[in-house]
């Protein structure tokens, strides 16, 4: 049985001004089969170099996409990146399998706290809403969408309730699922 090798993608637009995206990224990046990838740090003028981003994704079981969420989406840098890197042939159409049968796990941080995802809450969406056309993004590229890590509130957590949120984000990516080990 091969290693499950794990690529986190993190799409912060500046990790540096990061307090919850940072801290988790920082919980991970020693984990023997885990490779830590700063999107705005490789791309600071996100011109990104496709071919590399796919050949890393060809080399790793999980993906994990890192982000803050933003404007009820991925922020910029992460959009950038599924139009370069997720294309016909690749990621879906005819012979795009490269990422079939591999999970995508997020993990997101909002500012809004967890009530205020609801139908009579400010946001009045519920995540899950909010969440589908990334749900049909990981469909339509035969990724396996792992149950999301959401980290609501994210302003008001204290520095004890962010460890245990890293501490549950390494456990995720600990734990090997059963389908892998192909
Ligand atoms: C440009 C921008 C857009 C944001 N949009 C939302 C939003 O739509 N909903 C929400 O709950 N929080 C929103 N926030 C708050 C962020 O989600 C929050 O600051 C972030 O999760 C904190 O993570 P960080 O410390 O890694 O930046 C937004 C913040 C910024 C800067």
Redesign the pocket.
Known sequence: MTLHRTLVLVA????G????????TAAVKDMEHVTVHDLSAAYPDRRIDAAREQELLRGHDTIVWA???????V?GVLKEWMDQVLTYGFAYGTGGDALHGKRLQLA??????ES??APSGH?RFTMDELLRPLHATAHLCGLDMAEPLI??S??GADADELDRHAARYRELLSAVPAAAGR
């Open positions: 912060h637009p500046d990790l001004s990061s307090r919850i995206t940072a801290h988790l982000f803050p969420w933003h404007w009820y989406s922020p997101l941080s909002t500012g809004g706290p205020s995802y946001n980290l609501h994210a302003h």
